[in-house]
Every structure is written in structure tokens, then in C-alpha cells.
């Protein structure tokens, strides 16, 4: 069945999600801000900024105009940085009221510390809101590697659309419902990229790695539940899934900054060098702030924060780390998670 559908967001991911729509046969604009950037894909058929080697599918229409791009579409996926998310939604309120929206956004909100699925619900309350998170680097969609995502919403019709207009022989798409725990992980995991791009500059070795991932989920999953998440979620693709692609992967943008802290780069230069939203730079802070508010316990937040903005020396902080207080291995008990079943 033919559908009509929108992608708001012409960088890296909205552009693989838009492509794999038009070739599973719907009707898809992809909105983006840049106009000289939507004619060549329009005419060109390709997005020569992200994906110059990879052609889009010709019927793909790219615009510039938000309004024209959601009006008659009956689902649609926003794909643009936390720090835009509510500016690009708040103007077309009343086009998206009622409609199937999924966020594939991986960020927080500084202000407010929302999650996108939030700023949906409050922006616009009566539409019908998921998110779509997991292992995704856009490059090996663009590239047709075999791949598989998380669409998580309480709203099972929602699910069930987003599976069927999705998946093909290269992307797999499962269900959550847990939505927060999904959404969380994916905002999380951009800031142990980080880290894992530091290991990786200086030459750390596969135990080390082994060790920082490992804790990572267990430091994720502990900050998550303690935010109402379900832990069971983080044992799943949008949990260690995409924890482990997002650290190991040169492909990932929070990876490609840690490499360049590293290798003793700043910030600024990191992020100029990179020219696209690291989304973990944005979420650090916030998650420390909280996690110190609250009360929970997240080593690695803690150091990656001595570092990026306390400016201290990366060899004296992992050594900090390294002689820290050794806590229990694994957080939750079978006991408990049937309890919170």
C-alpha cells in the first residue's frame, strides 16, 4: 500500500530514512533548510553534502518548505539535532496535530531536560508519537548493509506502521514499548562514544575497550531506571546495540571527536574539523548535572566532563578512574527486573 510520508531533517540519517522509504514505494518529501542543497537532490538526485557517492531514489522529493513538506503526509520522521528539534516542530503545530510522528533524534533538551518523545507530546498533544533508535550509521543504510533499528511507542498501530514502511531486505525493524528507555539509551550511548574515541587515540587495547563499553551500559542502564526506564531495554538493540557500534565505529560522529580530544585536539577543533552535530557534546553536561542532582553514580560521565570542560589532562583523569571505588559488576538482580515486569 502506497503511503504518503515526510522527513523533516536532510542530514545523514533523515536522508538514509527517506531513501529507504521511496524505494519501499511511498510517496516522501524530505525537508531540509538548505535550497541549493534540495534542488541538486531534486535534479541530481543525490545529497552531495552527506551521501555524494550513494544516488537517491529519483522519486524523492527534497523542499525547503516545512508546511508543504507534512500536509498531507500521515506519518512522519524528524530527523534533525536536539538543539533545533523544537524550533523545527513548533511552527507547523497545527499541521502535525493528529498525525504519526516519530522522532529519530538522539539528544536532550538543555533547558528542560526533555527527551524529543516529550517535547512531541507537549508541542503537539494530540499527535501519536514513537521513537526510532538503535545501531543505525546512515552510511551503511545509504550503502544497503544489513541493519536493524528499534521503532518504541506505547501506541501499537504506530509500531506497526512504522515496521511496514520500513523494513526491506536490508533493514529490520522491531517493537518496544518501552519508548523513554529507548529514547534514553540512544541519547546516552553518544556520550561513552566519546570516551571510546579517547581509548582509541591513545592506544589503549581491546581489554581496555572491553572494560569502558562494559561499564558504560552498566553506568547507562543505572541512570535510565533511576529515570523510570526499563532495564531490560538496554540488553537490546537501542541499548547495547547501539552502544557498541557507537563506540567501536570510526563512522561515528561522537567517536571521531573523542579520537581528535585524544589525540589532544579541543573541543572547537574537534567539532570544527567534524562539520556535523556531535550529539553527545550537548548531552554531557546535562546528564552529569542530573546525575548529581539525583543521585546516581556515573564514573565515566564524571571523568569525560573533568576533561571536555574542566580542561583537565586525559592521562590524569583515567588514572583517577582506574583507582576509584570498585563497585558490584552487574546492578540488577533477576529478582528485580521480574519485580519491575
Not at 177 to 193: H, P, R
Not at 291 to 318: F, H, I, N, R, T
Amino acid at each position: 500500500m502506497k503511503r504518503i510520508l515526510a522527513v523533516l531533517g536532510g542530514g545523514s540519517f533523515g536522508t538514509a530514512i527517506a531513501n529507504i522509504l521511496c524505494h519501499n514505494g511511498h510517496q516522501v518529501k524530505l525537508w531540509l533548510r538548505d535550497q541549493q542543497l534540495a534542488d541538486h537532490i531534486n535534479h541530481q538526485h543525490v545529497n552531495n553534502r552527506y551521501f555524494p557517492d550513494y544516488p537517491l531514489h529519483p522519486a524523492l522529493i527534497a523542499t525547503t518548505d516545512p508546511v508543504q513538506t507534512v500536509a498531507d503526509a500521515e506519518l512522519v520522521f524528524i530527523a534533525t539535532p536536539s538543539k533545533a528539534f523544537r524550533n523545527t516542530i513548533h511552527p507547523i503545530q497545527q499541521q502535525l496535530a493528529g498525525k504519526y510522528i516519530v522522532s529519530t533524534t538522539k539528544g536532550i533538551e538543555a533547558d528542560s531536560f526533555m527527551l524529543m518523545s516529550q517535547i512531541l507530546q507537549q508541542e503537539i498533544p494530540t499527535a501519536r508519537v514513537g521513537v526510532l533508535s538503535g545501531p543505525n550509521l546512515a552510511k551503511e543504510i545509504m550503502a544497503k548493509g544489513l541493519t536493524a533499528t528499534v521503532i518504541a511507542s506505547a501506541d501499537n498501530e504506530l509500531r506497526q506502521l512504522v515496521q511496514s514502511v520500513l523494513h526491506c531486505d536490508y533493514f529490520r525493524v522491531y517493537g518496544n514499548d518501552d519508548m523513554f528507555g529507548v529514547e534514553l539509551g540512544g541519547a546516552l550511548k553518544n556520550i561513552y562514544a566519546i570516551v571510546a574515541g579517547m581509548a582509541e587515540a591513545m592506544g589503549m587495547g581491546a581489554n581496555t575497550k572491553s572494560m569502558l563499553i562494559t561499564r558504560a551500559l552498566a553506568e547507562m542502564s543505572r541512570f535510565a531506571v533511576n529515570m523510570g526506564a526499563n532495564p531490560m531495554t538496554f540488553i537490546g538493540l537501542a541499548g547495547v546495540g547501539d552502544l557498541i557500534v557507537t563506540c567501536m565505529s570510526p563512522l561515528s560522529r561522537n567517536f571521531q571527536v573523542g579520537m581528535a580530544l585524544g589525540q589532544g585536539k579541543s573541543l572547537e577543533e574537534a567539532e570544527t574539523a567534524l562539520g556535523q552535530v556531535a550529539e553527545g557534546v550537548n548531552t554531557l553536561q546535562l546528564v552529569k548535572d542530573k546525575a548529581d542532582q539525583v543521585g546516581v553514580y556515573m564514573p565515566l560521565v564524571s571523568g569525560l566532563y573533568e576533561v571536555v570542560v574542566m580542561k583537565q589532562p586525559v592521562e590524569k583523569v583515567v588514572r583517577s578512574l582506574m583507582l576509584g571505588e570498585q563497585k558490584t559488576d552487574v546492578d540488577f538482580s533477576v529478582t528485580e527486573l521480574l519485580a519491575r515486569q
